[in-house]
Every structure is written in C-alpha cells, then in structure tokens.
C-alpha cells in the first residue's frame, strides 16, 4: 500500500488538469507564469499549510473613487488547537477586485 499524503494530491498533475479546464473559461490564463509563481523551488520541501494561502475578508463594499477610507485589524497570533502558526517568513498582500496592491512582509519567531 502506498503512503498516501494530502500535502502530494496538489501536484503538477493535478495542477495541469486544473488549468487546462480553466483555460477553456478563460482562454488569456497565463499557465506558465501561474505554474512559475506556484511551484516554485521550495515547493516539495513545504508541507500542505505552507503550500496554502490563508485569506481573510476585512470588506465587502462599494467605494467611492478619489476618496480616502482608513481600515485598522488586528490579528491574533496565538496557537490554538487547531491552528499553528509556523515560524518562518509570511507575507500579508492587499488584495482589492483580485489584484494584489501593497504588501508587506514579516518573520515570526
């Protein structure tokens, strides 16, 4: 019986079948800049948690253009039974309609 572990399941693979039925959505997707960004030369080491982006939602609403709004949140960082978080380098990215903005990176220890 083979050792079966879930962090193997998203492979290149299943990665390739994944883009192949996007791309007859979506024809312009960038396949190899995708896979470039995605699998990058860490990629094997890393377990299923680190391969995975966590998102959090801070809003959902319609803003007016040249207009300034001011966002405060605060995330708490202690480990709780079912979440660790992982010593190493994260990075917390600005996301707006899916196009990432700012970003900022920082090292928990």
């Known amino acids: 019986m083979t050792d079966f572990q879930l962090k ?3 492979n290149i ?3 390739e079948a994944f883009i192949t039925y996007f791309q007859s959505v979506y024809p312009e997707f960038a396949k190899v800049e995708f896979l470039e960004i995605l699998l990058d ?3 094997e080491s890393r377990e ?3 391969r995975t982006r966590k998102t959090f939602q801070f809003t959902e609403n ?3 253009t040249d207009t300034v709004y001011e966002f405060e949140k605060k995330q708490d960082f202690r480990n709780l039974t079912i979440r660790k978080h992982y010593i ?3 990075r917390l990215v600005l996301v ?3 196009v990432e903005k700012a970003e900022v990176t920082f090292e928990l220890v």
């Open 8 to 10: 193997n399941y998203y």
């Open 13 to 15: 693979s299943f990665f």
């Open 41 to 43: 030369k860490d990629w």
């Open 48 to 50: 299923l948690k680190q």
């Open 62 to 64: 319609t803003f007016k």
């Open 88 to 90: 190493d380098l994260h």
């Open 96 to 98: 707006i309609n899916g």
